[in-house]
T-cell receptor, first 112, second 114 residues
Framework: DAGVTQSPTHLIKTRGQHVTLRCSPISGHKSVSWYQQVLGQGPQFIFQYYEKEERGRGNFPDRFSARQFPNYSSELNVNALLLGDSALYLC???????????FGPGTRLLVL | GENVEQHPSTLSVQEGDSAVIKCTYSDSASNYFPWYKQELGKGPQLIIDIRSNVGEKKDQRIAVTLNKTAKHFSLHITETQPEDSAVYFCAASGVTGGGNKLTFGTGTQLKVEL
């Protein structure tokens, strides 16, 4: 069975640009969460979506936004990229809001 | 909000020895405590989890203990093998109006030496 998939695997952008990251959850999972992992640190929560509705938001600026589609896949958008946005962006899927979260391989974003 | 502290930051053991990683959390409302293993260049992989109504859980060489009173939980790996070498993260969460946010510790780099 396929696990959580994310695309692209790597991405290089320049400051001020916009980026869209994509995630497909495990089949049957209806909740997707996004995390940012800076090198050497643990992942930090950005958003959680369930049934296309935002269920939680972490302490990130409004430049970060997300949405979930009817097929439960999700996009994370980041506007006006800063050097500090360079990180591994992880998507996690779960059956529901309170169930175990399974992570994808991540998208490594480098902002120059 | 929740704060999770994890120790040690690095741990080196000989193959076959046991390894213990400890975490403390601050929010008494947290009720779910997963442990993830992250290998270089990969996403975190769930290895074991425990909910607050259970004090201990074991899966082969891996066990987790939870002390709700002390707000403390630990990962125990017995008979360590070289393939156990990775970064391990503890996390805590509780479903609130803000969703099921996992708050992670800072990670422990485990190295199993031959």
């Amino acid at each position: 069975d396929a696990g959580v998939t994310q695309s692209p695997t790597h991405l290089i952008k320049t400051r001020g640009q916009h980026v869209t990251l994509r995630c497909s959850p495990i089949s049957g999972h209806k909740s997707v969460s996004w995390y940012q992992q800076v090198l050497g640190q643990g992942p930090q929560f950005i958003f959680q979506y369930y049934e296309k509705e935002e269920r939680g938001r972490g302490n990130f600026p409004d430049r970060f936004s997300a949405r979930q589609f009817p097929n439960y896949s999700s996009e994370l958008n980041v506007n006006a990229l800063l050097l500090g946005d360079s990180a591994l962006y992880l998507c996690a899927s779960s059956l529901g809001v309170s169930q175990t979260q399974y992570f994808g391989p991540g998208t490594r974003l480098l902002v120059l | 909000g929740e704060n999770v502290e994890q120790h040690p930051s690095t741990l080196s053991v000989q193959e076959g020895d046991s390894a213990v990683i400890k975490c403390t959390y601050s929010d008494s409302a947290s009720n779910y405590f997963p442990w993830y293993k992250q290998e270089l260049g990969k996403g975190p992989q769930l290895i074991i989890d425990i909910r607050s109504n259970v004090g201990e859980k074991k899966d082969q060489r891996i066990a987790v203990t939870l002390n709700k009173t002390a707000k403390h939980f630990s990962l125990h790996i017995t008979e360590t093998q070289p393939e156990d070498s990775a970064v391990y993260f503890c996390a805590a969460s509780g479903v609130t109006g803000g969703g099921n946010k996992l708050t992670f510790g800072t990670g422990t780099q485990l190295k199993v030496e031959l």
